[in-house]
């Protein structure tokens, strides 16, 4: 994975946050704070539910490939993201 494609995976993960965070809490986003459910709700690979009311069409489609989807740094970052709202979810409620 070139620097240029993590950074654009890193902002890609920033954004669902952000939009997660704007329409729902942390503690609904991740059904009670599970990691599992974190890297679902973000969706990289497209996200695995029917949609909330709140998100459009393709907000949450797929934005990496099957190769990078299974890529140890695309775990990395959401779990980077993951751990650091943890660290914060106090703060979120």
Not at 14 to 33: A, G
Not at 39 to 58: D, Q, R, T
Request: charged letters at 30%; proline letters at 2%; a negative charge.
């Amino acid at each position: 994975m070139t620097n240029e494609r993590y950074e654009q995976i890193v902002y890609e993960v920033k954004r669902r946050v952000d939009l997660w965070l704007d329409n729902s809490s942390f503690e609904e986003m991740t059904v009670q704070y599970s990691r599992m459910r974190f890297h679902m709700a973000i969706g990289l690979g497209g996200y695995p539910f029917e949609k909330e009311s709140w998100m459009n069409k393709n907000d949450f489609n797929a934005f990496v490939t099957d190769d990078e989807f299974h890529h140890p740094l695309c775990d990395h970052i959401v779990d980077q993201f993951f751990n650091l709202l943890m660290n914060h979810k106090d703060e979120l409620a």
